[in-house]
């Protein structure tokens, strides 16, 4: 029984390849900022605010999102979002207004923000008793994957046919192939396969301390939790300088700093490949290390990175900003996860998840439109890497002053 293949890897799986094409299809957004501004007309700052828009979007759906998990579970949420997106970008081939654009991709914001992490944790959760660290991590290497697969290669379909194309491609990938995979083999939870979580069951005596995680839990309470915030901000922060500054304006920067389409890509190329053994390092530390130093390591080290990124006028200096930035992108994401199903597993964890993910986005959102908004004004991109540097040690000395989660275990015990 023990050498057999467990289902549960089977989840984590068909989550990675959801992750791979909705998540890196929407990462794939810097890749067609220039062709539509080239054909429809717009500014630098109305392409950033699409994108801002969108995060706000997704942001907002989080905690409603978490709430329909809680309530119907992760496979009709991921298969419905998995469509929507698919869908959305069929129709994005048709665009000629740039009114056109928001609206559709705000539609694609919404199909994003279900195939999210928020579905990938609560499956994680109902299905692992074990390994949950590298669950998560292999689960959000889909974002590398896609990241890695669908950006560059956006780039290169660009280069080859046009953006309409391109974008059809990604729509048909989404529609025809992810979406009957995720449909036909996701489960919600181990007894729909009359199965147990990998790990086996837990014992009556947790089984009844963890029993309350099916309830809800107010904002009010969350609000007055130091570790809600100190999880909540940095979140942002990353948000800030992953989705929205790196994956909106990173392609726009390198040709504004002179490279051409071919470095380029093998910038973004090499970013998303360290990004995925980030993930999955990042995932394996955090079963056997503190998931809060951790995330203060990885928090100095991406300071460092945009750091670099500032004087990387040559090819050396921006593959250098690449693999460094690439190793700390999505990193902060299972160990982030963890720490909150630690401080938080007496409550709704979807819910809470959302709202994690709500203050990514809106960070997301943030990073997406400010840079935008100083590079029309000013012509760079400079002020808006300083601002980046000087959040991220923010967030760094915000997770360095979490506590560990054994040491508030009284402290929750008494909130519940």
Known sequence: MKGKFHYAWMIVFVTFLAFLAVQGGRLAFGAFVEPWEQDLHMDRATTSLISTISFVIYGLSQPFIGRFIDRYGARLILSISTFIVGISFFFITFVTQPWQLFVLYSLVSVGVGGASNVAGTVLIMNWFNKKRGLALGIMEAGFGFG???????????????????????????????????????????????????????????????????????????????????????????CGFTTTGLMDTHLIPLSHHHGFSATVTGTAVSILAACNIVGILLSGVIIDYWSSRKLLVFIYFTRALSIGILVYSHNTVLLLIFAAIFGFVDFATVAPTQLLLTQYFKNYSIGFIVGCLSLSHQIGSALGAYIPGLLYSNHGNYELSLYISILIVLAAAIMNLLLPEPNRIKLVDNRAS
């Open 147 to 237: 990241q890695m697969l669908l950006v560059p290669g956006s780039l290169m379909l660009i280069l080859w046919f046009d953006w309409r194309t391109t974008i059809f491609i990604l729509g048909a990938l989404l529609i025809v192939i992810v979406f009957p995979v995720v449909f036909f083999f996701l489960r919600n939870h181990p007894d729909e396969k009359e199965m147990e979580p990998l790990g086996g069951k837990i014992n009556e005596k947790e089984e009844s301390e963890t029993e309350p995680v099916k309830k809800s839990v107010s904002l009010k309470v969350l609000f007055k939790m130091r570790q809600f915030w100190f999880l909540m901000l940095p979140f942002a922060v």
